[in-house]
């Protein structure tokens, strides 16, 4: 069923464990970018690792790896089969990564967001009564690493990350905080999906600063409200993906 190619291996030491990862990779964006539908069966271990050119050990591990991420399931007499969508694991960092290797579902893309302006403005609201002055110097430090290096750099990015890292841990709850690798790779992962092929259309750096000073305030109604525009306005920045730009189009040429 699979139409990946056989991987290319620059050097002949390459260990099982560096190439279960690649094929993990190449499975897993196939998946979340619906080449391959939930239900649908991966073609067995023996044929699939002949097919790609690699031994069964790999592909083996790289099957475990999708389905600890929650994309696969096997069977015995059954064999692996894609999964349910509600049983993906979609705030993982590699299936977020996954998911925007090529362009995500508009559907997708909005639950996203939808999800970080739940979690992230109630947050706020919590980090503005309990931060403490290193919760501060933490996001400051964030906000500050954004404007000097921008969100087109590593470093930049790094420093988004950070300051919503930090906006977590201040709201002092262990299952909010347990959420942080979540949310950090979503604002990663989005922050890079807007500027691959155009810069960002405005400086991301003021919604930040007023999320944190609503926080060093203290006041927790103003903190909610400043982080959900925040991420209302980093919604709207995003770029809508080709095919829900096509389906519109195509929507209104019926409708003529």
Do not use: C
């Not at 391959?36 to 002949?50: C, H, K, V």
């Not at 967001?113 to 009564?129: C, K, N, P, Q, T």
């Not at 209302?232 to 189009?249: G, I, S």
């Amino acid at each position: 069923m699979s139409n990946l190619a056989p991987l290319e291996r620059s050097h002949q030491s390459t260990k099982a464990l560096r190439l279960h990862g690649t094929i993990a990779r190449d499975l897993g964006i196939a998946i979340t970018s619906g080449k391959y539908q939930p239900g649908d069966l991966l073609t067995g271990e023996i044929a699939s690792s002949e097919r790609l050119e690699v031994s069964r050990t790999a592909y083996r591990e790289a099957v475990r790896i999708l389905a600890a991420k929650g994309l696969v399931e096997s069977k015995p007499k059954v064999g692996t089969k894609v999964s349910p969508r509600h049983q993906w694991h979609l705030l993982d960092p590699d299936v977020l990564a996954w998911a925007f290797v090529n362009e995500p579902e508009l559907f997708l893309l909005k639950s996203l967001f939808e999800l970080r302006d739940i979690v992230e403005s109630a947050a706020a609201a919590l980090a503005a009564v309990r931060r403490t002055k290193s919760h501060l110097e933490d996001m400051r430090s964030g906000i500050e690493r954004m404007a000097r290096f921008t969100l087109a750099t590593d470093a930049g990015r790094q420093g988004d990350q950070d300051f919503h890292a930090a906006l977590l841990t201040a709201t002092g709850n262990p299952y909010i905080m347990s959420l942080t690798t979540g949310v950090s790779a979503a604002v990663d992962t989005t922050t890079t999906f807007k500027q691959r092929n155009r810069p960002l259309p405005r400086d991301p750096v003021p919604d930040h600063m007023r999320v944190f000073q609503a926080i060093a305030d203290k006041d927790p109604v103003r903190a909610q409200k400043e982080m959900s525009v925040l991420i209302h306005l980093a919604l709207q920045d995003t770029p809508v993906p080709q095919q829900a730009k096509t389906r519109k189009r195509d929507k209104a040429k019926n409708n003529a």
